[in-house]
């Protein structure tokens, strides 16, 4: 495993590996990594020659008065977690490597990131896809593995690819979990016990909305009500959104007549936390 801080270093290290016929797959983070990061680097391991993963706290996706100064960093033991992975290259840049002086291009998608986070956090989105395309153009990957629990960055990356011809196929791997249910995030570390526990109404919700679906229930209206109020029964959650949309638009539906994207954000103390089911999967 090689670890690479400066850009044309692994610009060059990724061209030979072309030159020579490697296919390569990369699995950009902001590392303090769970067992989340971990599937998909294995997941990424089985596909290809290379497995290059990136750790970079990307300053561009952070809106003003977030958590960028406090997100979690600890690069040593990151790459001790991952020691008996198969990783290849570790990319992990300083900020300035990445965004040196004069910087100034930037990657829009539209439509799919209008709604949803794209609401709540200005400049999220832009940022995603400006560091993911700089990352794909260093790195040349043939493969690039992003988790479904982040569903609209994953759909929100497709569509850049898509739009961009990009040479890359996107693949998503589904949310990882703790035994008890919560979604894996580097962003759990901020919940006190008492808030973890809390957020334990996430996942619950979600699943009693996708026994709704099961049960027959294809209206949006009814199933958000019903998450709401499980969420809402939580004292100290408050809910940033619950909505059901279109899994390749990203835009609200009303009557769910093919899978769908159920999605929550909640803030629990000074964690934001995200999760999501697809209604109609299994
Ligand atoms: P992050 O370091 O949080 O930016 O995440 C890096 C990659 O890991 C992204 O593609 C995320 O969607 C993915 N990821 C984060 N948490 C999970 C999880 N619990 N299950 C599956 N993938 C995840």
């Given amino acids: 495993m090689e670890i690479i801080k400066n850009v044309k270093?692994?610009?060059?290290?990724?061209?030979?590996?072309?030159?020579?016929?490697?296919?390569?797959?990369?699995?950009?983070?902001?590392?303090?990594?769970?067992?989340?990061?971990?599937?998909?680097?294995?997941?990424?391991?089985?596909?290809?020659?290379?497995?290059?993963?990136s750790i970079f706290v990307n300053p561009t996706q952070f809106s003003q008065g977030e958590d960028l100064d406090v997100y979690p960093r600890d690069l040593k033991g990151d790459i001790e977690k991952i020691k008996d992975i198969g990783v290849d290259w570790v990319f992990a840049p300083s900020a300035s490597e990445m965004y040196p002086e004069g910087f100034q291009s930037y990657v829009i998608v539209e439509k799919v990131t209008r709604n949803l986070c794209g609401k709540f956090r200005p400049g999220h989105f832009r940022g995603v896809a400006t560091i993911c395309l700089k990352l794909f153009n260093i790195i040349k990957p043939d493969l690039a593995v992003f988790g479904e629990k982040d569903f609209q960055q994953l759909v929100t990356i497709k569509q850049m690819v898509k739009d961009l011809n990009l040479d890359l196929k996107v693949i998503g791997i589904p949310t990882v979990r703790e035994k008890d249910g919560l979604a894996m995030s580097s962003r759990n570390i901020y919940l006190t016990p008492n808030e973890r526990k809390k957020a334990l109404a996430i996942f619950r919700s979600l699943k009693e909305a996708n026994?709704?679906?099961?049960?027959?229930?294809?209206?949006?209206?009814?199933?958000i009500k019903h998450v709401r109020e499980i969420l809402e029964k939580e004292n100290g959650i408050s809910i940033d959104y619950v909505q059901i949309c279109d899994i390749n638009t990203i835009e609200d539906i009303d009557k769910i007549d093919k899978k769908a994207l159920l999605a929550v954000a909640v803030r629990i103390g000074s964690a934001r936390l995200i999760d999501n089911i697809i209604l109609g999967r299994d």
Avoid at 12 to 24: H, P, R
Avoid at 29 to 42: A, V
Avoid at 211 to 223: D, L, Q, T, V, W
Wanted: hydrophobic fraction near 40%; charged fraction near 35%; glycine fraction near 8%.
């Fill in 211 to 223: 026994e709704m679906f099961k049960k027959g229930e294809r209206k949006a209206i009814p199933i």
């Fill in 9 to 53: 270093e692994m610009q060059k290290k990724a061209s030979q590996a072309k030159k020579q016929g490697k296919k390569i797959c990369f699995v950009p983070t902001m590392g303090f990594f769970h067992e989340g990061h971990i599937t998909l680097m294995r997941e990424g391991r089985k596909l290809a020659d290379i497995l290059a993963i």
